[in-house]
C-alpha cells in the first residue's frame, strides 16, 4: 500500500519503559534511547491512500487521523511502532483495518484546519470504547535539529501489531521526515487517557516536531 501523511504533528511524552511494557505483543518491548521510552500522540492527514502504483482510492482514501502509540523494537532487531488507538472519520477504514490486520482503529468525528500560521486538529470518538475528546493546535516554526531524538521519534521504518494469535510485523518506506520546530497553541487531549495512560502523561509534552508529509509505502505483513 502506499499514501501520503501530510501537516503532521508529533507530541511525545517520555515515560518509563517498566511503565508501558505490559502493552507489547510476545517477542516485542519497549524501545528505549537514554533510559526512557516516549508515548506518541500524533495528529495527520491521510492523503490519496491506495495499493501500489494505482491511483488513491476516491474519498476513502484521504482522511483524518490521530494516533496514541509507543515505540517497539523485536526480539531480532526490527524497531518500529506499536500503535494503543488510530482514530479516523472514515468508518470504512475502521472495519477494514481491525479486521485484516488486527489494527486498532476507532472511529470519530474529526476536523482540521489551517489558518493564520496554526495547525489545529479535533476528534471526538464515536465507536468503540469510552467517550473521549482531543483539541490540538501547533504553529510550525523553523527546521528542526537532526538529532538522535528526532530520528528516534520519527525514523520507524515498521510497525508491529498483534493479530490471530501471532506478532505481526509491517515493513514502511519513505524519505526521511522534513521536520519543523513547533509551540503547542492548544492542547487538550483525552486520547491518550482512553487507551490508559492518562496516569503517565499530563503537562506539556517533553517533545513537539511538525511536518508537512512525506509518501510513504507499505509491505505485506510478516510474522516475527
Known sequence: ?????????????????????HLFPPGVRPDVLDGRTYVGLV???MVGAGFAHGPGVPWAGTFLETNVRLYSVDDTGRRGVLFLSLDTDRAVIVAGARAVFGLP????????????????????????????????????GGPAADGELE???TARWGLHVAHLGR??????????????????????????????LGHLVHGPPDHVLFSDGVPVSFGVPTAR
Open 151 to 153: 530520528r528516534f521519534l
Open 43 to 45: 495528529p495527520f492527514r
Open 167 to 196: 506478532t505481526l510485523h509491517v515493513r514502511n518506506a519513505h524519505p526521511p521526515w522534513p521536520l519543523r520546530t513547533a509551540a503547542v497553541t492548544e492542547l487538550d487531549d483525552g486520547l491518550v487517557a482512553s487507551v490508559g
Open 105 to 140: 482503529y476507532r472511529w470519530a468525528r474529526m476536523r482540521y484546519r489551517a489558518e493564520h500560521g496554526v495547525h489545529r486538529y479535533a476528534a471526538r470518538l464515536r465507536w468503540p470504547g469510552v467517550a473521549a475528546e482531543s483539541r490540538i493546535g501547533l504553529r510550525p
Open 1 to 21: 500500500m502506499r499514501q501520503r501523511w501530510s501537516d503532521v504533528g508529533f507530541l511525545h511524552w517520555a515515560v518509563d519503559p517498566a511503565d508501558v511494557a
